[in-house]
């Protein structure tokens, strides 16, 4: 946190600037990156971090005749990378050979705005300029479905591809208002759900979670981050809450699942762009209990390739090889796991046995209980103790819900003035 030197190393070999970037999911310490110099680089950054700056990619991609605006890896093949330019030709290569291994540049007549591939990454979904949803199988090079003018406005819509294999979109209405919309790429004819949000001009960028279903909404230029859930059921979208903070985001960058701190319940973790500095925003689920949450953290995707980039080339899908994030939970306190009965409400049960007319079983139990750990004895020895200890705390409850009533009665006599 806090601002760093101006001498910190960068990542500098570009000579345009850099207009996207993309962490490679199946190598934690590779990047690639898309510039106005009409190259996609590829970058092996230390272990440790950069201590010197970095000119020298692994790889230099050359290909488009206009500036790269979109970098995608694939989600399941290793070194397959998916870049898109101004020159409207969406390209994807072998970063391990350097070879192109498919060009598609006949399937879009305007800018590009984004690119999404699907789940195990056997199509990809676009955004472009004239209005469409393009549902592309790209190692067919073929058009699999298309939806004109899935949002009427002229401003900059997004389209990204959900685990279930629906489409949610973000864009314009003819009135200038912001919309999100669920497709179903069965039938692209009239979207499954259509909400409008504001009427704000920033374009609204869409943060998927594919584990817990929730889409963040971050609009250039705003102060808020909306969220929903996305279900089965009709409306299928679902407010959530909205963060808001004071100060305007330009731009938004996301935590991977397995970068989450879960022994703090951290859900989601964003990266705020401001005009001077890069800020982090937490999002958490409070829970009272210390234990590994198993609702908030299913199995999500691992590091590991589910494909060589051969085979994937050869025809084959398959879905991300799955990791539980329940080694990465690291517990806050270290705790013994000594079981002491004696100091199971022991005020309770002082204060019962001492007062006049106290149960007994109360008393008994307590006199009878063994100070040690469980560790030990024979399972009827076990039975009877836990019968005991329920016996006592039954008359425990009993004792204090007379007395409530007792005290209550008084209450009621005092206020009406009998007392």
């Known amino acids: ?72 890896w694939h989600p399941t093949a290793r070194n397959v990378l998916l870049s898109a330019g101004c020159d409207n030709v969406v390209l994807i290569w072998n970063v391990g050979t350097a070879e192109e291994l498919y060009r598609l540049d ?50 900059p819509m997004r389209a990204i591809f959900l685990a279930d294999g629906k489409v949610f979109t973000t864009g314009f209405s003819r009135m200038s208002e912001r919309q999100l919309a669920l497709w179903d790429p069965e039938n692209l004819e009239e979207p499954m759900a259509l909400q409008e949000l504001d009427s704000s001009n920033g374009a609204l960028l869409p943060f998927y979670d594919p584990d817990t279903s929730v889409v963040y909404v971050c609009g250039k230029g ?34 991977p699942k397995r970068g989450l701190e879960v022994s703090k319940c951290e859900i989601a973790r964003f990266y705020k762009l401001h005009e001077r500095k890069c800020e982090p925003i937490v999002m958490t689920v409070p829970r009272k209990s210390d234990l590994f949450q198993d609702d908030l953290y299913p199995d999500t ?92 705390l039954r008359a425990l409850v009993k004792e204090q819900g007379e007395r409530i009533s007792h005290l209550e009665e008084q209450l009621g006599r005092m206020e009406n003035g009998d007392a």
């Not at 004239?130 to 592309?136: A, C, E, H, L, N």
């Not at 859930?229 to 935590?255: A, V, W």
């Not at 008393?363 to 103790?385: F, I, M, R, V, Y």
């Open 301 to 392: 995707a691992g590091p590991e390739a589910a494909l060589e980039a051969e085979e994937w080339v050869s025809g084959q899908d398959a879905d991300p090889i799955l990791i539980s994030l329940r080694e990465a939970y690291v517990p806050s306190k270290q705790r013994d796991l000594k079981i002491s009965r004696r100091n199971l409400l022991p005020d309770s049960r002082l204060a019962s046995s001492s007062r006049p007319g106290a149960s007994t079983s109360a008393a008994t139990t307590t006199d009878a209980s063994p100070s040690g750990s469980l560790t030990g004895t024979g399972e009827a020895g076990k039975l009877e103790e836990v019968m005991q200890e329920l016996r006592a």
């Open 1 to 72: 946190m806090g601002r760093i030197d101006k001498a910190y190393p960068t990542v500098c070999g570009h000579t345009g600037p850099v207009l996207d970037i993309d962490w490679c999911p199946h190598n934690d310490e590779v990047i690639a990156s898309g510039s106005e110099d009409c190259t996609v680089m590829v970058w092996q950054i230390p272990e440790n971090g950069l201590v010197s700056p970095l000119t020298e990619p692994v790889v230099v991609l050359e290909g488009h005749t206009k500036r790269v605006g979109i970098i995608t």
């Open 106 to 155: 006949t399937l879009h007549p305007d800018l590009i705005y984004n690119v999404s591939w699907n789940h195990n990454g056997s199509l990809f979904c676009t955004a472009c300029k004239d209005k469409s949803v393009r549902i592309i199988d790209p190692r067919r090079g073929t058009l699999v479905a298309e939806r004109e003018k899935a949002h009427e406005g002229a401003r």
């Open 222 to 255: 705003d102060s808020s981050i909306r969220y929903f859930e996305i279900t089965d059921e009709p409306p299928y979208i679902h407010f959530l809450n909205t963060f808001t903070s004071k100060e305007p985001q330009r731009g938004m960058g996301s935590m």
